[in-house]
Structure formats: structure tokens, C-alpha cells
């Protein structure tokens, strides 16, 4: 209703006018410049080493993927005739002591991987930065009990950490992933709530509030897509981390129970014996092998994203950019000068 | 000087609900595992019911959660851990850490030693020469060390140095024992006993596990060292001692390794404390009887309480290191007001 009123009242401001700045605004530049900015970061992740690890993940991706049509053998089926033997062209990595192609396993170990390291993260993600925005928004006692429970998290080191958790709830897949998950929780919640401590300050989040806008609606309207830069960094690089911690917790029994005893780490320590270190080197050196590419892979990604959206780098305006700025400030201009010479308009308070 | 004992003891103060919140952590889980604690405490079900009443009685499991906790407590400032129960059954879990811990110890020494003299280096001169061959390897190598699981690591350099070119030995048993066992650190018992034998085989013993277990924490080191050093590099004093006339050498080593040190004093520092973590890993590859292969046989045992009072010991170990390097970071930088 006292929008209506408004209306009314400034029968003044030319409708028109006001409508092509506005239609301007929105949509015209902002897409522009946004689809150049796209662009520009894209053409930033042209580095030989960003490119690697690009590849690297859409490797794995579509290896764990691809598994059951490309794997020339059953990752788990026992073959006794065939145990031990070195790599060959039969057995590109060689067989294990129930002759099994440990080709084959590491093609199905990457879904585990995979599996593991982006639910984990993911989880990690969806507890985390709500707390910490949450805990930047409301502030005072609420914000600190919320981050020292975090330090209190951190005191651990973190694989440590993890096996407790994981002892807790029991060997599994799931624990694994719950324990990778808590473990990650605290460091989303730290940069989501810094992040969001700074965007805080900028004044359209003064202006959402002015408006009345709900608490809820900030924080996922207005804060969540302007702090996203820092945190896909960080998930891009704790991808890989997660991928290590799950090598860990099943080389030390807590990984995934059978039947996915492909699982890379878990290999290492089912393979891992004086006999295997001193005559069957293949069965240790493949899985390992494929744990740090897939972890290279995913560092290179990261650090390459986190180049890319740095942004000291940001992109100076081409000049088509430029050229549509000086036009809208000229409307702009023209619709101010409209303003002033309608004397109609009144004060609305 | 009197301000930074000031901020000492402020520091422990502020260290005191960290350290409970720990505990309460350890708590909770040896709380939220399955199955009633008194089949873990005396043997599964095997009891009969006048015992397990007992039992409940002495261990204070009838009491509410809460007070339940204040026991917990009590029993960790005597310095009571609890009783192992399947690892080496009614041993005190005290004395089994006590035993493990030195070894832990001069694992971690040697690693230490390997991420310092290695890794400030190859940061220096990989940003003294930046973008050269020198600084590309030692780039890729840094992000290759990043990318290595502790473990792996370790078993490759016993094929390839244990196996394959058998210089060193493959596990870690097998030290001669020196005449005086004081602090049950081989290197430093084999110096008090001046036993040259022992010093050796402590070296030649701990060099793979030592190497496999630093490389994570060198390669941080390296990659922190290299990009303060750049920064530094960029400061207007570099640029004032050029131009007064100093030697690259002396600009390099006189006036910016010492700057760009401090910021990787804390990295360093860090990773004294982590690489009590990866022990865990490295001791169990190499079998050497320290913390991490307690907690790691306690794990295939299922032996909860040995697994939770591991993980708090490294927890507080790991606490009170980054306390030494906060210290240390504020001694020397005289820059930061404590």
C-alpha cells in the first residue's frame, strides 16, 4: 500500500527514463562484464601447470566413472593361477597374491577416492560455512563459544583426530567419511566466518537490513555468494587432502570393509608385507602412485584456482566494458538532470 | 623482557579451557563408542554379575555423565590414564607411553633436523633464483612432497635403499643398546655414554623412517620459506641495500633471510607439532615401537582406551608446541606487542 502511494506521489519521475537505467543496470552490463570476467579467469587457468591438474581430475573422474567397461579385469574376483606376477602387457600393474589385476583395482580405488574425498568435503561445506557466516552475523558470546570449539578441534592434529572419530563410529566407508568431514569442519567455519566478517562491512548488506530483509536471507542471499570465491579454493585443496586422510585411516585397518578392499590405501596395507618389500614391488608402488596423482592433480587445480581468482589480478576493463560504462553514466547524468528540472518530485520519507 | 613473561603467562592461562576442551573431547568419544564399557573393562561378558557390579562401582559408572567427567579428570592430573585392555592387558597405559615416547621423540628429532637444514635452503635459493631450472625443480619437487602419503613414502625408500641398494636397514630393531639408558633416546644415551656404535645405528636406523616422514613438512617449509623470501625480496630496505653497494650475497642472507625467517618460524613450528601426526604412519612402516605404533596397535585391537589416551597425549604435546612457537614468534619479532 504505501508503495502504491509512493507511485502516485512522484508522478514526476519519468517512468521511462527510470526504466531504461534500471533495465540497464540489471541486466545489459552486469552480463557483459560478467561474461568477460568469466572469460578473463578462464584464460588465467592457462597455465601449464593448472592444465596438469585439470587433466589430472578429469582423468580420474572419468576413470572411476568408466571403471566397470574399461577395467580389463574383475577388481575382485580370486585367480589363483595367476598370483604375483610382475607388470606385463596382460597385467599392465601386475597381480596381487589372489591374482588379482591391480590395474583393474585401481581403476575401481578411484570411485572410493573420488566417493569419499568430495562427500566429505561437500559435508564438510554444508556444516561449516553456515556456522561460520552464522557465527559472523550474530557475533558476541554466540561467536565465541561457536570458534573456540572450533580451536578446540584444531588443537588436534587432524589425522589424529580422525581416527578417533572413525574408531568411535566403527570400520566403514561411512566412518571414513564422517570423520574426514568433522575433521574439515572447523577450517570452512574459520575462512566463512573471516570472509564474512569483511563483506559484512560493505553497505549493501547495511542496505539488506535496512529493508528488513530476515537474518536467513542475508546470510544465504547476500553474504553465501560473495564469500564463495575463497571457500571453492579451499575445497579444491581439500579434495586432495581428504584423499590423503582416507590413505591413511585404511592403511591403519579404518578404512572401507569388504568388498571394496580396492581401495587404494587399504591396498598398500593389505599388500604391505617384508615378502611384498623385498620381491613384489609393483603391488606397493602402483596404488601409491595413484594416491599422488590424484592428490598432485587436485593441488594444482587448487593452487591454480586460487591464482586465478587473486584478485590483485583482476581483469582491467576491455574497452567495449569501458565504452558501455560511459554510456550508462551519461544516462545516469541525463536522468538526474531530469529530476532536478521536474520540481514535482516531493520528499518521500 | 618482563612483558614477554607476562604474555607467557597469559598464554598458559588461555591454555587451560583449550586443554579441557580436549579432554572433553577424548571424553565424549570413549563415551559415544557402542557396547557397555564394562565389556571393554573386563573382558567380554564374560564376568559374572557380582563383578560387573563391581566393576561398575569402582570405575564410578553409575554416576551421571557429569561427575563422571570430574573423575575423568582427576584421574588425568594424576597422571592416571587408565589400564590397556587388549594391547597388553592391565598394563598402566602411563607407563606404556612413557616407554613409547622417546622413540617418537628422536624420530621426530631427526625429521626436524632434516626440514630445517633442508628446506630454509632450498627455499632461499629457490626464490634467489626465481623462475630458473633450480627454482622450477624445486617447485614441482615441493608440490610432489605435498602430494605423497606419509606411509608410501616410506615403504618406496625401503625398496629402493633397503632393497634394491641395501644401504640402510629396512626396520627399525636392531639398534645396539648403549651402557647408559637415561633419557631412552638412543642418539643422546649413545653421546652420555660415548658408545660410537650406537650413535651410528641410531643414525642408520632412523634415516628412512626420518626422511619419509619429514619430506611433508620439508616441502611446506620449502614452498613458505621460498614465497616470504620473495616478499621480503620486494621490501624497500632490500632495495636501500643495494643501493648502498651490498654484495647480493650479504642483501640476501644478511638482511632478508633473517625477515623472511620469522614468518617461517611459525610454519616450522607447526610442522614439529603435525609431524607427531604422520608418526603415527611412519612408526608403524618401519616398526618402530614409539606412540604412533601403540595407537596404531591399539586400533587393531580395538583397545579404546589405549587409542584415546594416545590421542590425547599427542593432542597436549601438540597444543604446548604451538605455545613454544607463539612465544618464540613474539621474541623475535620485536614488531609484535604482547
Known amino acids: 500500500m504505501a508503495d502504491d502511494d509512493r507511485a502516485v506521489k512522484n508522478k514526476g519521475l519519468d517512468s521511462e527514463v527510470f526504466h531504461i537505467g534500471v533495465t540497464d543496470l540489471s541486466s545489459g552490463v552486469v552480463e557483459r562484464t560478467r561474461m568477460r570476467r568469466f572469460l578473463d579467469f578462464l584464460s588465467r587457468l592457462k597455465n601449464p601447470l593448472t592444465i596438469i591438474g585439470i587433466v589430472i581430475v578429469i582423468g580420474l573422474i572419468l576413470a572411476a566413472v568408466l571403471a566397470p567397461f574399461i577395467a580389463p579385469y574383475n577388481p575382485i574376483k580370486i585367480d589363483l593361477t595367476s598370483k604375483n606376477l610382475p607388470p606385463s602387457l596382460d597385467h599392465l600393474f601386475g597381480t596381487d597374491g589372489f591374482g588379482r589385476d591391480i590395474f583393474s583395482r585401481i581403476l575401481y580405488g578411484a570411485q572410493i577416492s573420488l566417493f569419499v574425498g568430495i562427500v566429505s568435503v561437500l559435508g564438510a561445506v554444508v556444516v561449516g560455512v553456515p556456522l561460520g557466516i552464522f557465527s559472523a552475523y550474530r557475533g ?210 | ?127 634467489k633464483k626465481r623462475n630458473s631450472l633450480t627454482d622450477n625443480v624445486t617447485r614441482v619437487g615441493a608440490l610432489i612432497g605435498v602430494s605423497m602419503p606419509v606411509f608410501w613414502l616410506g615403504i618406496m625408500l625401503q625398496i629402493i635403499f633397503g632393497v634394491v641398494f641395501p644401504i640402510f636397514p629396512i626396520l627399525w630393531a636392531g639398534i645396539h643398546e648403549p651402557a647408559v639408558k637415561v633419557t631412552g633416546i638412543y642418539l643422546i644415551d649413545g653421546f652420555i655414554s660415548l658408545d660410537f656404535r650406537t650413535i651410528v645405528d641410531s643414525i642408520m636406523h632412523y634415516a628412512l623412517p626420518a626422511i619419509a616422514l619429514g619430506a611433508l613438512s620439508l616441502s611446506i617449509v620449502t614452498r613458505m620459506v621460498r614465497s616470504s623470501m620473495l616478499e621480503v625480496l620486494g621490501e624497500d630496505y632490500i632495495r636501500t641495500a643495494r643501493a648502498k653497494g651490498c654484495s647480493e650475497n650479504a642483501t640476501i642472507y644478511r638482511h632478508a633471510l633473517r625477515n623472511s625467517l620469522i614468518p617461517a618460524t611459525t610454519v616450522i613450528g607447526l610442522q614439529i607439532g603435525g609431524l607427531l601426526g604422520g608418526a603415527v604412519l611412519t612408526e608403524t612402516v618401519f616398526a618402530i615401537p614409539g606412540i604412533g605404533r601403540l595407537i596404531t596397535d591399539a586400533i587393531m585391537r580395538s583397545d579404546y582406551p589405549l587409542v584415546m589416551a594416545g590421542v590425547l597425549f599427542i593432542a597436549i604435546i601438540y597444543i604446548l608446541s604451538n605455545l613454544v612457537v607463539d612465544v618464540l614468534y613474539a621474541y623475535l619479532d620485536p614488531r609484535i606487542r604482547y
Not at chain 1, 572401507?256 to 587404494?264: I, L, V
Not at chain 2, 603467562?9 to 579451557?17: A, D, E, Q, S
Not at chain 2, 590397556?84 to 616407554?99: C, F, K, R, Y
Open chain 1, 140 to 349: 558476541g558470546y554466540i561467536d565465541t563459544l561457536i570458534m573456540r570449539i572450533m580451536d578446540i578441534m584444531l588443537a588436534f592434529p587432524s589425522i589424529i583426530l580422525a581416527i578417533a572419530i572413525a574408531m568411535v563410529i566403527g570400520a566403514g566407508m561411512h566412518a571414513v567419511t564422517i570423520a574426514i568431514l568433522v575433521v574439515s569442519v572447523p577450517i570452512y567455519a574459520r575462512i566463512a566466518r573471516g570472509s564474512a566478517l569483511a563483506v559484512m562491512q560493505e553497505t549493501y548488506i547495511e542496505a539488506a537490513r535496512a529493508i528488513g530483509a530476515p537474518g536467513v536471507r542475508i546470510i544465504f542471499k547476500h553474504i553465501f555468494p560473495n564469500i564463495l570465491a575463497p571457500i571453492l579454493v579451499e575445497m579444491t585443496l581439500d579434495i586432495g587432502s581428504a584423499v590423503l586422510s582416507l590413505a591413511g585411516l585404511s592403511f591403519l585397518g579404518l578404512g572401507a570393509p569388504p568388498p571394496y578392499t580396492y581401495d587404494w590405501g587399504r591396498m598398500i596395507s593389505d599388500y604391505f608385507s617384508y615378502q611384498a618389500v623385498t620381491r613384489y614391488w609393483w603391488q606397493l608402488t602402483f596404488p601409491g602412485l595413484a594416491i599422488v596423482f590424484c592428490v598432485l592433480g587436485w593441488n594444482l587445480l587448487g593452487d591454480g584456482l586460487r591464482d586465478a581468482m587473486d584478485p590483485k589480478l583482476r581483469l582491467k576493463l576491455s574497452k567495449a566494458a569501458k565504452k558501455i560504462i560511459k554510456d550508462l553514466k551519461q544516462k545516469q547524468h541525463a536522468l538526474k538532470r531530469s529530476f532536478k528540472s521536474n520540481k514535482k518530485v516531493e520528499v518521500v520519507n
Open chain 2, 1 to 127: 623482557m618482563k612483558g614477554l613473561y607476562a604474555y607467557i603467562i597469559r598464554r598458559l592461562i588461555l591454555l587451560i579451557p583449550v586443554v579441557l576442551g580436549v579432554m572433553l573431547i577424548t571424553f565424549i568419544l570413549m563415551h559415544s563408542i557402542p557396547g557397555n564399557p564394562v565389556a571393554y573393562l573386563g573382558g567380554s561378558g564374560k564376568l559374572p554379575p557380582e563383578a560387573v557390579e563391581k566393576l561398575v562401582k569402582i570405575y564410578g559408572l553409575d554416576q551421571p555423565l557429569f561427575i563422571q567427567f570430574f573423575l575423568y579428570l582427576a584421574n588425568l592430573f594424576q597422571g592416571n590414564l587408565g589400564t590397556s585392555i587388549s594391547v597388553n592387558p592391565g598394563a598402566n597405559i602411563t607407563d606404556l607411553i612413557v616407554t613409547a615416547f622417546p622413540h617418537t621423540v628422536e624420530l621426530t628429532i631427526y625429521s626436524a633436523i632434516i626440514m630445517i637444514l633442508v628446506g630454509i635452503p632450498a627455499g632461499v635459493i629457490s626464490a
